[in-house]
């Protein structure tokens, strides 16, 4: 068991970003016996969890002539428009059926702003709205996070670098998390990852 000051971070492991779901990350769901053996080692296990509104700026749908995985410019920068997920209240938004969710200390919803996306736990997508994960991890006393889950390339990524920018020492483990690798987009995080100073173990 870690110390106080350590916590694991399970970033959107439900059921769109698993197979079978709108948003499938590929093998996500191979990762969730590990992640909830894991959740043993921590003081703190945090849960984050995809929760937008029916009809979120960031769905494809809402943009006509566009298609899912093409980009748009949004008031806070360029957005990838994606299929219809995780929408509040759905199967396809809870949890993985076979996570530990009683271990969470913490659920933190993200995305439920319909007019900007949310990817990080720690700020949406406009790098300046902050989620409140920051303030409850400092609370707690809380230096050391350790990340898992989906995806890779995104909101892991972005919630790993936010992490370090704020202070935290960051690893994630990139055996427990899957990536959509979408364009690249898998060695980009990768490498903005690494040069943000996160541990990737």
């Known amino acids: 068991m870690r110390d ?18 709108a948003l499938a990350v590929p093998e996500g769901d ?3 016996p590990a992640i909830n053996a894991l959740m043993a080692e921590f003081p703190a296990v945090i849960l984050t969890q995809d929760w937008h509104p029916a009809g979120h700026s960031s769905f494809a749908s809402e943009h006509p002539g566009k298609q899912p995985m093409e980009m748009t410019e949004m008031p806070y920068g360029p957005q990838v428009l994606w299929p219809d ?18 271990r969470a200390d913490l659920i933190l919803r993200k995305g ?7 990817y990080s ?21 809380i230096t050391h996070l350790t990340m898992v889950g989906l995806a890779t390339d995104f909101c892991v990524n972005f919630s790993a670098v936010d992490a370090a920018k704020l ?11 899957r990536a959509i690798d979408f364009d690249g987009s898998l060695a980009a995080a990768t490498d903005g990852m690494d040069q943000a100073g996160v541990t990737l173990a």
């Open 4 to 21: 106080a000051t350590h916590a694991l971070i399970v970033i959107d492991v439900q059921n769109d970003f698993c197979p079978g779901g």
């Open 30 to 32: 191979t990762i969730v």
């Open 85 to 102: 997920h995780c929408i509040q209240g759905s199967i396809g938004a809870q949890f993985h059926p076979d996570l530990t969710v009683d």
């Open 112 to 118: 439920y702003n319909r007019a900007i996306d949310s």
């Open 121 to 141: 736990a720690f700020f949406e997508n406009d790098h300046a709205t902050p989620t409140g994960l920051e303030g409850y991890l400092k609370t707690r006393s």
């Open 167 to 177: 202070g935290f020492a960051v690893t994630v483990r990139m055996d427990l998390c």
